[in-house]
C-alpha cells in the first residue's frame, strides 16, 4: 500500500517568504508528527496532531510556524517570513493509532527547504 | 527527558566483515527502543524496536540488537555488512516529557561499506 508521502520534495525560498509544506500520511492513520532535520543532524520533533487535534506544538521553534490538520488526514506545516536557519529537511510520520511508546512511526521522504 | 547518544558519527567496514553501532541511552523509566536507517533522498525505514519483552531483537536485513540495562546500550549488529547497508542509521528512544510518546533521535552513525 501507499506510504507517507510529502510535496513539494524540494522547496528553494527567499528569505522573507511564506511555504507551505504537504504531508499525506498513511490511511487510517491516527496520529501525525513533524519533525525537522538540519544538515548532519538527527531530526527533531515539532508538533503531534491525533487526528484533527493539534495535542503538542512543544517543539515548534517560533510563531513563524503553524501546523494544521483539520480533517485528520491531509496535514500542513507553514512558515512565515522564512529565515536562513529554518533551511532543513522537513519529515512527516503518521502511525496507526493514538500517541504510545512502542508505536511505530512511518516516515515520508521529506520536504528539503532551502531558504537564501 | 530521554535521551540517546551515538557513539560514533562514522563507521566503516568492509564487505562481509562484521557491523557494530553503538547507542547508549538514558532514561528515568523503561525505555522504548528504535533503530531506523535512511537511505539517500528516502524515509527513515524502521529496523528494529524493542519494547520491553525479549532483549535480544531481531529486525530485518539480518540486523539485530540487544538491550543490556546494566550498561544502559542498545548496540545494532549484523554479522556481514553487504554494500547495500551504507546509509545512516539512528537510534531512538521515546520521550513523554510534554505529554506526547514522540520520538528522540541520536546523532546518527554514517555507515561506509567497503569493496
Known amino acids: 500500500g501507499a506510504g507517507v508521502s510529502q510535496s513539494p520534495r524540494y522547496k528553494v525560498a527567499k528569505r522573507g517568504q511564506d511555504v507551505a509544506l504537504r504531508c499525506d500520511p498513511i490511511?487510517?492513520?491516527?496520529?501525525l508528527f513533524w519533525y525537522q532535520q538540519a544538515l548532519g543532524q538527527g531530526p527533531e520533533f515539532l508538533t503531534y496532531?491525533?487526528?484533527?487535534?493539534?495535542?503538542?506544538k512543544s517543539g515548534l521553534p517560533s510563531d513563524r510556524f503553524f501546523a494544521e490538520r483539520p480533517e485528520g488526514s491531509v496535514s500542513t506545516l507553514k512558515i512565515q517570513r522564512t529565515q536562513q536557519e529554518d533551511s532543513a529537511v522537513y519529515l512527516c510520520?503518521?502511525?496507526?493509532?493514538?500517541?504510545?511508546?512502542?508505536?511505530?512511526?512511518?516516515f515520508g521522504p521529506g520536504t528539503r527547504l532551502t531558504v537564501l | 527527558a530521554q535521551s540517546v547518544t551515538q557513539l560514533d558519527s562514522h563507521v566503516s567496514v568492509s564487505e562481509g566483515t562484521p557491523v557494530l553501532l553503538r547507542c547508549n541511552y538514558s532514561?528515568?523509566?523503561?525505555?522504548?527502543l528504535f533503530w531506523y536507517v535512511q537511505h539517500p533522498n528516502k524515509g527513515l525505514q524502521l529496523l528494529l524496536k524493542?519494547?520491553?519483552?525479549?532483549?535480544l531483537v531481531k529486525g530485518i536485513n539480518g540486523f539485530e540488537a540487544e538491550f543490556k540495562k546494566s550498561e544502559t546500550s542498545f548496540h545494532l549488529t549484523k554479522p556481514s555488512a553487504h554494500m547495500s547497508d551504507a546509509a545512516e542509521y539512528f537510534c531512538?528512544?521515546?520521550?513523554?516529557?510534554?505529554?506526547?510518546?514522540?520520538?528522540?533521535f541520536g546523532t546518527g552513525t554514517r555507515l561506509k561499506v567497503l569493496a
Open positions: 510520520a503518521s502511525s496507526l493509532s493514538g500517541s504510545g511508546p512502542t508505536d511505530t512511526q512511518y
Open positions: 490511511s487510517g492513520h491516527v496520529s
Open positions: 496532531f491525533q487526528n484533527e487535534a493539534q495535542l503538542d
Open positions: 532514561s528515568s523509566y523503561s525505555p522504548s
Open positions: 524493542y519494547t520491553s519483552a525479549a532483549t
Open positions: 531512538v528512544v521515546t520521550d513523554r516529557s510534554s505529554g506526547t510518546y514522540k520520538y528522540i
